[in-house]
């Protein structure tokens, strides 16, 4: 018994992780479509820039509590520089393009950004654990679990609300669902396109830095770290649409829960599991398990 | 007709994406061939990354080494130049990288590797290339087991030497405990995989009673150890070894002292995870009193040799080493000193045969004792110190250095017995 309760709490500390650093991902493809390989990046420099902010936090001497805010600043300073410089500075140029030759671009913009985080934080490993202590641990039938996990879960629910409420129960969200539907249509409308693009891509490339700054305090943060981000974030869209939001929830549960009981019951498919789900949802429901199958234009 | 469109269309994807990787791969130029009066070593090492640290410690200590000698006039006439890239941890590139330092560099020796990965990709292009490949940190005990071979060395002990100072630690804490349950986790490759077969053996040979409750293998580099820790938490083993070394060792002790892990078992890495990083990234948060060992320590043994190779390198890096700065100095040393021997560094066999009779005396060497080459395995014979974590804040940044040492006679680890003679079976040629 003690075992399962571990495997779905397990699972669902994952899960959150997941969600949080793919939710940006499947957001700026359903409204722009385009598959943002610098998200692994944009996730690396929340992470890079939250550890030196929380570090120099601490080495001051500051209330300890407040360095959540210090990961939440992180997190929005780093995504809303990042996101502009990338959209303003070298997407906008790009937009109509095929989207796999976008693919190429923003490939080419997570490698020139993962040398600059080494040019700009070196290749030594950053620690800004002191968060993730603070919190304590709680006791779930005698197994103890960092307070920390409970504070990502929530933190997770959080953003999927808000992301949903942004986008049902608001005029800017009202607008990202035109321009999501047809955007030719929603620019004859009168509807700013261009400026949708840049609030989405901007709203996207934080959420992946808040993605980063949060796991900052779980791990050390070294140059890669970004590189396995964007694969599983990446596995986690296509499991559950590229473009839906909830279906990003339902991927990271499953990938989480499925990565869970893997690690407790059959260690050795542990990496197996995740890509082999990814396969058989592509094998079956190539548009993901959330999707619907998209008509062509003519 | 839509969802055709998306299925090719994520094929391009992933095809782009592959491709992309393999161009990622790509290994820069390196330059500057071997000119006649030179002694070149081409050296691999990660630079970057959780193991950047041991790279750029083995590049200080063998920066100490090619100074040494240089200073002495060089060898048999020649001045020793070493060329280091960084190997990203990665064997396919590694493999390219001594490619290169073979066909372009003219390099007469390889020397190197952090990683046991990236080490037996590396020694099977020594084997093919007929060059001699000295190893200084690696520890898979393959590499002088199944898959040795003339051409490949090693200067370091390896995880069957460990192992096997590991398991008479056990054998004996069992002894006075009565120990049963063991639990192990490891990084997921060759280094963990064959470490954990090594203890099994060695308590095996031991008598050692014992029931395995948990085995777990997290990729190496894993960023969350998280429900790793709460599996062995659920399996409870009374003893758990730990196989994981550098910024991994650091990251699940950390997260292991957070979930209150060692209040509950007995921990043990015998191979790495005492090196002096781990102590200096932990500081405060090293747990006290956990059996660690490593391939060199600081403070052990408390020879002049010794402290005069950690204060050296102290003033030429500005910190303290972690154990391979002293592997990557004994690589230098034994090449050099072989080269002295033989007098030309493109006689491969007779080098082979001076380095199959190699007595080396290195800074980890106690009073009276040489360290020196198994002409049988090519596996460098040296003693194993184990101790427990204690407050010593004579190191710093580091507030804790192992203490209360248990040391193990270099011939007993070395190995007899059926494990080497099934493993000396079938040599690769």
Known sequence: MLTYVAIVLDGLVYASWLFMVSVGLTLIYGVMKILNIAHGSLYAIGAYTAA?????????????????????????AAGLVCGLVIERGVLRFMYGQDEVLMILVTYAIFLILEDLIKVFWGVSPYFAFQPYGMLGNFDVMGLPYAGYDFLLMGLAGLTGLGVWWSINRTRTGHLLTAVIHD???????????????TVTFVIGATLAALGGAFTAPKISVTPGIGVEVIVLAFAVVVIGGLGSIGGAMIGALLVGILRAAAVHLLPEVELFVIYAVMALVLAFRPYGLFAAPEARKI | MGVRRTRRQVRRVVALLFGAVLLFQ?????????????????????????????GRDSVAAIEMAVAEVNADGGVAG???????????????????????????????????????????????????RQTIFVGTDHASSRLTGESR?????????????????????????????????????????????????????????????????????????????????????????????????????VQFIRQAGNLELFERMRFFNF???????????????????VVLSARHHNNWPDTEANRRFVNRFYEHAG???????????????????????????????????????????????????????????????????????????????????????????????????????????????
């Not at chain 2, 429900?227 to 991994?248: C, E, K, R, S, T």
Request: hydrophobic share 40%; net charge negative.
């Open chain 2, 78 to 128: 020649r001045r020793l130049r070493v060329l280091v890239e960084d190997s990203k941890s990665k064997p396919a590139y590694a493999v390219q990288i001594a490619e290169r330092f073979i066909r372009r560099e003219n390099v007469h020796f390889l020397c190197g590797a952090v990683s046991s990965a990236v080490g037996l990709a590396v020694s099977d292009v020594a084997r093919r």
């Open chain 2, 26 to 54: 790509a290994p820069p130029g390196v330059t500057a061939a071997a000119s006649g009066d030179e002694l070149l070593v081409g050296c691999l090492f990660p630079m970057t990354g959780r193991g950047g640290l041991y």
């Open chain 1, 183 to 197: 955007r030719e249509m929603s620019t004859a409308m009168g509807v700013n396109v261009k400026r949708v693009y």
């Open chain 1, 52 to 76: 030196s902010l929380v570090g120099a936090y601490f080495s001051a001497g500051y209330v300890p509590v407040l360095s959540f805010a210090v990961l939440v600043g992180a997190a929005l």
């Open chain 2, 319 to 429: 910190r303290y080493p972690s154990y391979a700065a002293e592997g990557a100095y004994a690589g230098i040393k034994a090449i050099a000193q072989v080269v002295g021997e033989v007098g030309d560094p493109r006689d491969t066999d007779e080098l082979i045969a001076a380095l199959e009779q190699l007595r080396l005396k290195l800074p980890e060497d106690p009073e009276g004792f040489t360290s020196y080459m198994d002409p049988e395995t090519h596996q460098i014979v040296q003693m194993q110190a184990i101790g427990e974590v204690v407050p010593n804040r004579a190191y710093p940044p580091a507030t804790t250095m192992l203490g209360n040492w248990r040391v193990y006679d270099a011939e007993q680890l070395s190995g007899s017995g059926d494990v080497v003679h099934r493993e000396t079976a079938s040599p690769t040629q």
């Open chain 2, 271 to 289: 191979d790495a995870g005492g090196n002096y990083e781990v102590m200096a990234a932990l500081g405060d948060e090293m747990p006290l009193g």
């Open chain 2, 149 to 249: 071979h003339p051409y490949y060395f090693r200067v370091s002990n390896n995880t069957r030497q460990s192992m096997a100072a590991g398991a008479r630690y056990l054998a004996e804490l069992q002894a006075r405990t009565g120990w049963r349950r063991i639990g192990f986790i490891g990084p997921d490759y060759d280094y963990g995989h064959v470490m954990w077969r090594d203890m099994r053996e060695q308590l095996d040979a031991l008598g050692v009673d014992y029931e395995i409750v948990v085995e777990l293998w997290p990729k190496l580099y894993e960023p969350d150890f998280t429900p790793y820790i709460d599996a062995i938490l659920d399996a409870a083993p009374q003893i758990l070894v730990n196989g994981h070394w550098g910024g991994d060792a």
